[in-house]
């Protein structure tokens, strides 16, 4: 069992800690969801050393051989799921949703509409809407896109390590399988962005 210190850190045998307050953006008042993501990059040291120069991060990074890094502060917010969310409303069930407003944007053009979704997801509360930085922790998984499509597969010493990282998240955040989204679920993405990852 795992717990959190009073600098948002991991602390378990299973978690190396290695922060990088540059892509760290703010307060994370409160986490709604855990959003899995790919790094498309080799490995752990090129995704370090974009870490050490800001900008887009998340709160976790797992190497293709299962070691967990944590390489931001929990109580952190990181920029790691994109501008534009979709439509959880939309995506999740089509048919089913009754949002007359999301009804008028579809005769927008594309451009314009992602913008527009955009807009009118953000002013509703989780879970009616996906999560956003704000709300939401990252972990990314060390993993090459391949090609507009596909990402390279998840390793299973990676899944291991996943699976045991989000049972210690759902304690700490009293969260379930159901606020957990692989990356293009929730934004505009290649659709095999964590496709592979496996958690309970
Ligand atoms: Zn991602």
Redesign the pocket.
């Known amino acids: 069992m795992s717990t959190i210190d009073k600098n948002g850190m991991l602390i378990s045998p299973k978690v190396t800690l290695w922060r990088y307050p540059h892509i760290e953006h703010g307060s994370l008042r409160v986490v709604h969801g855990i959003?899995?993501?790919?790094?498309?990059s080799p490995n752990v040291r090129s995704t370090f050393n974009a870490y050490g120069k800001g900008g887009n991060g998340?709160h976790f990074l797992i190497a293709k051989d299962g070691v967990i890094y944590q390489t931001a502060s929990l109580s952190k917010r990181c920029y790691?799921v994109?501008r534009r969310i979709k439509s959880k409303c939309l995506e999740i069930n089509k048919n089913q949703c009754k949002d007359k407003k999301l009804a008028k944007l579809k005769a927008y053009s594309w451009s314009k509409r992602l913008v527009a979704i955009d807009k009118h997801e953000r002013q509703k509360n989780y879970p009616d809407r996906f999560p956003i930085n704000s709300d939401s922790i990252?972990i990314?998984l060390v993993g090459m896109h391949i090609n507009d499509k596909t990402y390279e597969p998840v390793t299973a010493c990676q899944n291991m390590s996943l699976q045991w990282l989000i049972g210690e998240l759902y304690t700490h955040f009293g969260l379930d399988k159901s606020d957990i989204y692989r990356?293009?679920a929730v934004?505009y993405?290649n659709p095999g962005?964590?496709a592979s990852a496996k958690w309970k």
């Open positions: 959003i899995i993501h790919q790094t498309d998340a790691h994109g990252g990314e990356h293009p934004s993405k962005e964590a």
